[in-house]
T-cell receptor, first 113, second 114 residues
Framework: DAKTTQPPSMDCAEGRAANLPCNHS???????VYWYRQIHSQGPQYIIH???NNETNEMASLIITEDRKSSTLILPHATLRDTAVYYC??????????????FGQGTTLQVKP | EAQVTQNPRYLITVTGKKLTVTCSQN?????MSWYRQDPGLGLRQIYY???????DKGDVPEGYKVSRKEKRNFPLILESPSPNQTSLYFC?????????????FGPGTRLTVL
């Protein structure tokens, strides 16, 4: 699975959009980009995933560059409850260990009032 | 409500005293997995199971055992716990599909081995 690079920390004002970047320059054509977050030692929570098209759900939007070497997770209106560690993960579907997630260090997002 | 449950949530034990951490999911998921989380090392996979009676080692399996006798349950067994197994443990499950498979995590079990 491709390695990802994320900034270690970011701040965001409450009510503003939080844009979390992720670099995955060695991603291959069959690898998806996933985002999870972990709030204060709770179990990681799935946010969104995509292959090459931009995706949106009730939690966030995922923007993947055309060359797929980087992506951005967007929380449109961050709240204090969005303060968490955000993990960007890329992985192949259908491998022998189909569910394995390789977590890096992630980005600690601090939403401030 | 779809969920993954773990018990106990907190446990303090002593070296060598066998313990079991239970994990159960109510989503009829085929795939289940155990991770441990340590400061500076992130989450690492211990064992996983693709289905009933099918288990395999993850990245850090030493000192752990698992079993998958029923689809919903995937207990983690520490036969002789040691202090280096002090950690935060997470169980996870997902539907095994060829396409996208969202993984659901339990709330975690914080284990301290003295």
């Amino acid at each position: 699975d491709a390695k990802t690079t994320q900034p270690p920390s970011m701040d965001c004002a409450e009510g503003r959009a939080a844009n979390l970047p992720c670099n995955h320059s060695t991603i291959s054509g069959n690898e998806y980009v996933y985002w999870y977050r972990q709030i204060h030692s709770q179990g990681p929570q799935y946010i969104i995933h995509g292959l090459k098209n931009n995706e949106t759900n009730e939690m966030a939007s995922l923007i993947i560059t055309e060359d797929r070497k980087s992506s951005t997770l967007i929380l449109p209106h961050a709240t204090l409850r969005d303060t968490a560690v955000y993990y960007c993960i890329v992985r192949v579907h259908g491998s022998s260990n189909t569910g394995k997630l390789i977590f890096g260090q992630g980005t600690t997002l601090q939403v401030k009032p | 409500e779809a969920q993954v449950t773990q018990n106990p949530r907190y446990l303090i034990t002593v070296t060598g005293k066998k313990l079991t951490v239970t994990c159960s999911q109510n989503m009829n998921h085929e795939y289940m997995s155990w991770y441990r989380q340590d400061p500076g090392l992130g989450l690492r996979q211990i064992y996983y199971s693709m289905n009933v009676e099918v288990t395999d080692k993850g990245d850090v399996p030493e000192g752990y055992k698992v079993s998958r006798k029923e689809k919903r349950n995937f207990p983690l067994i520490l036969e002789s716990p040691s202090p280096n197994q002090t950690s935060l443990y997470f169980c996870a499950s997902s539907r095994r599909q060829g396409g996208t498979d969202t993984q659901y995590f339990g709330p975690g079990t914080r284990l301290t081995v003295l």
